[in-house]
């Protein structure tokens, strides 16, 4: 069974920084895409930057520039650092990992909360 577990959210104050992490543990196909969501409360969950197991990365335009994705295919880790963090950045972070296969499989973190109060 797979399992993804975030850690290093938490209450930064704004134009800090922070860095997330998400650990892959279990079975899956090593051709595969780790992301991260956020959802901030009365949202919808949206995609904030991905990355694939080849080290292709996209961003959502309002991170640009202040996320940066990475990740460690050995270890099946994907980290999350965070700078310039806004009010507006405040949401629960989901990891997301999704398997590029003829049967596509995809897994989610329980998240974590990073708030930054205004």
């Known amino acids: 069974q797979v399992q993804l577990v975030e850690s290093g959210g938490g209450l930064v104050q704004p134009g800090g920084s922070l860095s997330l992490s998400c650990a892959a543990s279990?079975?899956?196909?090593?051709?595969?895409?780790m992301a991260w969501y956020r959802q901030a409360p009365g949202k919808k969950r949206d995609l904030v930057a991905r990355i694939s197991s080849g080290g292709r990365t996209n961003y959502a335009d309002a991170v640009k520039g202040r996320f940066t994705n990475s990740r460690d295919n050995v270890k099946n880790t994907v980290a999350l650092q965070i700078n310039s963090l806004e009010p507006a950045d405040t949401a629960i972070y989901y990891c997301?990992?999704?398997?590029?296969?003829?049967?596509?499989?995809?897994?989610w973190g329980q998240g974590t909360q990073v708030t930054v109060p205004s």
């Open positions: 997301n990992l999704y398997t590029i296969t003829a049967n596509p499989n995809n897994y």
């Open positions: 279990g079975r899956f196909s090593n051709i595969n895409i």
